[in-house]
């Protein structure tokens, strides 16, 4: 069974860092494409960044230039470093793993808080 867990979320003030992680257990090969989602109070869950095992990478608009994810495959494991943060980055932010045969896993989210 396919677990996702998120890690590295918390309070930070507006310009500042994080950096959260996303383990993946119980798969016997990478995933296609490891990414982030979030989603802020009141609204819709939004691509923040993908990557496909291939290196290829999708940014949200609104963190292109801002955020970097990364991933390592040996480990299945995905990284998405945040830097000059912003109040409206302020979500929950959930891991998303997709399989080589379209299968879709979520973890349970991690939150993050800017404040400003």
């Known amino acids: 069974q396919v677990q996702l867990v998120e890690s590295g979320g918390g309070l930070v003030q507006a310009g500042g860092s994080l950096r959260l992680s996303c383990a993946a257990s119980g798969s016997t090969r990478p995933f296609n494409t490891m990414g982030w989602y979030r989603q802020a109070p009141g609204k819709q869950r939004e691509l923040v960044a993908t990557?496909?095992?291939?290196?290829?990478?999708n940014y949200a608009e609104a963190v292109k230039g801002r955020f970097t994810i990364s991933r390592d495959n040996a480990k299945n494991t995905v990284y998405l470093q945040m830097n000059s943060l912003k109040a409206e980055d302020t979500a929950v932010y959930y891991c998303n793993a997709q399989s080589w045969i379209g299968a879709n896993f979520w973890g349970k989210g991690t939150l993050a808080t800017v404040s400003s």
């Open positions: 990557m496909f095992i291939s290196g290829n990478t």
